[in-house]
């Protein structure tokens, strides 16, 4: 690679009768073929770039037949190439050391001569319509929504009435523009204005307003007098009239800084923490300790407690609480969170019901039964009756959706009364709900899973916990339990199951008033042996929905087989049991919900829990296996889970799974001694 200039004649023009141009010459060493090229200068008018291709160059006359070589390339020679000459004046480092190695000696550079069209052009020259526009659209593109927030105050105390006023700062990066709010405290007696400052480039000294004209780019100046018609206007290029402004910029602002702002003295105190990431990333700045605001004697700072009256008992707590606060009162907020959080989602109703009765001393009041329902989403509580019949109380609402506080406590007093929560509510607990005395005697399924899942906020639902208790209390007469409450070896299936009311009598035996009804069920729920005690047997449910198809004339079960088989694509014969749910409910069988998911319970399953349609087509039928009419029943409370007397809490347990995670060890030893009972050893042997 070789360096070089030519000489070209320039035919009229102006200072200048010749143009010095600079090529860059390559030759290449693999088939000896050379390529020039001119590098491109901007505004030169010329067209540049490659001025002769790669080829082999012939020595011009009068040699012939011979190409320029690497040994006819050197530098101050001058090569002869299509008829214009070339001074070769430097090479670079690979070209200098390959020649030398090859025993040729390379010259020093040799400089270039100026070109007089280059002089001329150096002189300066303003042009007649200059282009003052500054590009601001890389700063725009990089620090666009990127702001600064300071922090600060100006004491305005020295003038009559003057006060220190808390500001805020905010520097926009992507133009170096400040506007300055000012942060007003309630109650302080002052209108609360929208900026300070607008938004704008504020300069370091302010001497008055500037005159008109000066933010514009140009300036227009008159060339000829004052005469219209022979006026001439021209750009002023050299910007005489024009006034310089510093204006403040990020490096100039910081935690102590004291600025200027049209005449107010403004001291920074502090920044936000995108400010400081800025300043220790851009300017390597570490301390930001904020700085205090000066108090003057004349400010007092003394906080007022608001007063808030006793509860006077009319109302809820939060609406008389309303009235304290201002003339017109609002309405009470809800937590809108938890209200979406335990809204009702599918078939998810954030619900809890419970089966409960009444404690009184009235013997007409202690056969009265209660469902109690307790919604998660704001913690109230309503209370319903199922009377029987003849007994003289009302099928009815009892208390409605409120919450409920709890007793005993002083309620005419300004702190806020407690009330009762959803964990507080569980089989077995006493509760007094506006002096009526209640014991919960059972729950649905959903209200036991939902404890279950969530058992970190329902400590009668978590079973690690009561599982440390029964170890605990165990303990002590492992032995004599295991010898008293061990079931018989079941021959057909291999495993041991103890019933539900001998474990109740074990607990209630050896732990007594320690462990709550709910804690039994939910051991036995985990541990269930999956035989599910069958209150109502699938006979007697068919009867009943024969009963009722007779009663209301259903015939439509043709229809009833054609949604069904349209639902199921596959043909597979099983459907969820939520889509047949749907297709019964939108067949309009006029049957009670109760009895529809009764039914469904009896159907045959699949493994997946899918219900096979067809087995539900024969239980509908009634032309096939018909039934004797059943005796009239009230459906919605017969097949109700309240009408259950037994928890739900399965046919027993899986002794060996019970005792396994138990994990009582202290009595092992003792029990080898005993090789007459074989049934201990085979428990702790498993």
């Not at 079973?463 to 021959?491: H, N, W």
Request: hydrophobic share 35%; charged share 30%.
């Amino acid at each position: 690679m070789f360096k070089a200039f030519f000489q070209e004649t320039v035919q009229e023009k102006w200072k200048t009768a010749f143009h010095i141009r600079v090529v860059n010459i390559s030759f290449f060493l693999e088939d000896g073929t050379m390529k020039i090229v001119e590098p491109s200068v901007d505004n030169s008018g010329l067209e540049q770039g490659v001025l002769v291709r790669r080829q082999r160059i012939p020595i011009p006359d009068p040699v012939k037949y011979r190409y320029y070589d690497i040994l006819d390339l050197n530098v101050g020679k001058k090569p002869e190439i299509y008829g214009r000459v070339y001074k070769i004046v430097d090479c670079d480092k690979f070209t200098r050391q390959f020649l030398n190695r090859m025993g040729i000696p390379v010259p020093d550079p040799i400089a270039i001569p100026k070109d007089p069209y280059h002089e001329v052009r150096k002189d300066e020259a303003f042009p007649k319509k200059p282009n003052r526009v500054v590009d601001t659209l890389g700063n725009f593109l990089k620090y666009d929504r990127q702001v600064l927030r300071f922090y600060g105050y100006w004491d305005d105390t020295e003038s009559p009435h003057g006060i220190v006023h808390d500001l805020e700062l905010h520097y926009y990066l992507s133009d170096n523009t400040m506007e300055i709010k000012e942060n007003i405290p309630p109650n302080a007696g002052r209108d609360y204005g929208p900026m300070l400052v607008k938004r704008m480039k504020i300069p370091k000294f302010y001497s008055g307003l500037q005159p008109i004209g000066t933010e514009n780019r140009f300036t227009i100046l008159n060339v000829l007098g004052e005469n219209v018609r022979q006026s001439y206007y021209m750009v002023d290029s050299l910007d005489t009239g024009k006034l310089s402004m510093d204006y403040y910029k990020d490096n100039e602002l910081g935690i102590g800084a004291e600025i200027n702002i049209f005449g107010r003295r403004i001291i920074i105190t502090d920044m936000d923490a995108f400010t400081q990431k800025y300043y220790r990333t851009k300017y390597g700045l570490d301390d930001f300790t904020p700085l205090i605001r000066p108090r003057k004697a004349d400010e007092v700072y003394q906080k007022i407690e608001r007063y808030i009256p006793p509860y006077n008992g009319f109302g809820s707590y939060e609406d008389s609480l309303g009235n304290c606060f201002s003339v017109m009162p609002k309405a009470p907020k809800t937590d809108f969170i938890k209200f979406l959080y335990y809204d009702k989602q599918g078939f998810n109703s954030h619900v809890l019901r419970f089966r409960a009765k009444m404690i009184s001393k009235n013997p007409e009041d202690e056969e009265r039964i209660f469902i109690i329902r307790v919604f998660l989403m704001d913690d109230t509580i309503s209370i319903f009756e199922l009377a029987k019949k003849n007994s003289g109380f009302q099928r009815s609402l009892f208390k409605k959706r409120m919450p409920i506080m709890l007793p005993d406590q002083d309620i005419f007093t300004s702190k806020k009364p407690e009330y009762y929560k959803s964990y507080d509510f569980y089989i077995g607990a006493r509760l007094n709900l506006y002096d009526f005395h209640f014991e919960i005697t059972s729950a649905d399924v959903y209200g036991l899973r939902y404890m279950e899942l969530h058992c970190d906020k329902f400590p009668k639902a978590n079973r690690k916990l009561i599982m440390e208790k029964l170890r605990e209390s165990l303990q002590p007469v492992y032995k004599e339990f295991i010898q008293l409450y061990a079931p018989p070896k079941d021959t057909k299936e291999n495993i041991r199951i103890l019933e539900y009311e001998k474990l109740k009598e074990a607990l209630r035996r050896y732990m007594g008033d320690k462990i709550t009804e709910h804690e039994m069920v939910t051991v036995a729920r985990y541990y269930s042996s999956h035989e599910k005690i069958e209150h109502r047997s699938r006979e007697y449910v068919r009867r009943l929905l024969h009963t009722e198809l007779h009663r209301f004339l259903w015939c439509d079960l043709d229809r009833l087989k054609e949604d069904l088989r349209h639902w199921d694509e596959d043909g597979t014969g099983f459907l969820p049991r939520e889509s047949l749910y749907t297709i019964l409910r939108g067949c309009r069988i006029p049957v009670d919900v109760e009895l529809l998911n009764s039914m469904l319970d009896h159907l045959r399953k699949a493994e997946d829990d899918r219900i096979d349609y067809n087995d539900l087509l024969r239980f509908i039928n009634v032309k096939i296996d018909p039934l004797p009419p059943a005796e009239p029943v009230n459906v919605k409370t017969a097949l109700w889970w309240a009408s259950e007397k037994e928890p739900d809490c399965g046919g027993g347990i899986n002794w060996c799974e019970f005792v396994k995670d138990l994990d009582i060890k202290a009595e092992e030893d003792a029990t080898e001694g005993n090789n007459d009972n074989t049934e201990t050893e085979l428990v702790l042997e498993y």
